[in-house]
């Protein structure tokens, strides 16, 4: 026992390559955000009349761009920029910051931007509406401009009733305001996440678009070199140049991976944590090499889930997967996908299951996370589902399910 509280002293007191570990946990704002300064500027751009011109207009800006290009620190950072600068000036800018996918209802998020208001918030039941216009007299009475970013602004879309994407949307200028304070930006993975809502929604949301596009390997450099030197993550010296450069040149947009500066910097972190348990003081490109064969965070978040799904329900999302590869496309119909299924679950030898049983599989891989639906627009033949996997269809994710259908026929022989 005496051996284990050793190990565990030792560990604690131990070298570390570390300095300041906190300045790569996501969450934290860097003082820098190199490569983002266009991005940045354009925000101030759009919003500047708010300064100059207070309550003359609505400010609307959309933000678009894949996982990981910064779009959440981006707008964050500007914010706080924005507000303080308006404060030296005199003027009252809020900018509240909610994440659609911890909000998942209209009214939670009026809720949680009175929070941020940091106004209280009647305990009994109060609709949208109510709240709404509680909100809206108390930035009367203060004289504040609010900005309101909407982050992961997709899922709000493929989950919420159109009224509520209406509401949102729209309610403000349907008061009639004549002092304009509210303001919004919209941050969307995709442009075409709003493809299924009405023309006239779509033209309130789309107004100015800022586009993050996905990291290069240069560009991922700075970004890991700037939280290493500059914010000090790390004991000088301890994480060699060319580690960096390896991590770098494994996400680079332009080397053939994702440009996400989330993983880089995942997996910056995870390689110092590797370097410490190993007792190194230097961080190698050996470390990294670990730490990425470690790092693949969509998979291992949809890991546990996978396993235990049944067999036809895994035969659904590998018919997804197949109509992805096969067109390209994200997002397809209900009667295709089934259709898809229909014909993979004979190619195993396996009586696919009826209609109703399919939507059943459906409805509950949506519940599971694994799968996204969403309306299609008004077409000709009325409106359909249309889904799409939840996550991004890689080559592990392929092989992941296909080693799992081959464990379930397996087990199914095998009784
Ligand atoms: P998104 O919202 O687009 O998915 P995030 O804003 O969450 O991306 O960024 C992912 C991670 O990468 C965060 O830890 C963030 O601090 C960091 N990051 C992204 N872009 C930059 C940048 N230009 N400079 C410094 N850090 C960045
Ligand atoms: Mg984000």
Redesign the pocket.
Known sequence: MDELRDLVEDAIKGSTVFEKSKVLT?D???K?????EKQIKELSINFREILSNPGSTSVRVVIS??????????TKKFGELFSAIAKEKGLKVVYTHINCHRQRTLYLMLVEIANQLNLQIPNRGLSSQETFKLIYDYLEKRNIQLIITL?EFDYFVSTSPVEDIYFLVRIYDELNALVKRIHYIF?LRELTSLASLDKSIKDHVIKNVIE?PP?TSDELYD?LM??IVNEKAFREGAVLEETVRFISDIYGIDKGGSGN??LA?ETLELSGKIADTEGSLLVTIDHAKKANSKINPELSIILDTIRDLDLHQLLVVKAIMNLHKKEGDDFFPMGKVEEEYNIVAKDLGEIPRKHTQVFEYIRKLKLMGLITARQSGKGMRGRTTLISLSVPISEELDNLINNEIRDRLLQQKNY
């Open positions: 996501p934290y704002i860097p820098n955000l190199p490569h983002r761009g894949k996982t990981g290009t910064g779009k959440t620190v981006t982050d941050i993050f990291y970004i700037d939280r500066a989330r910097l």
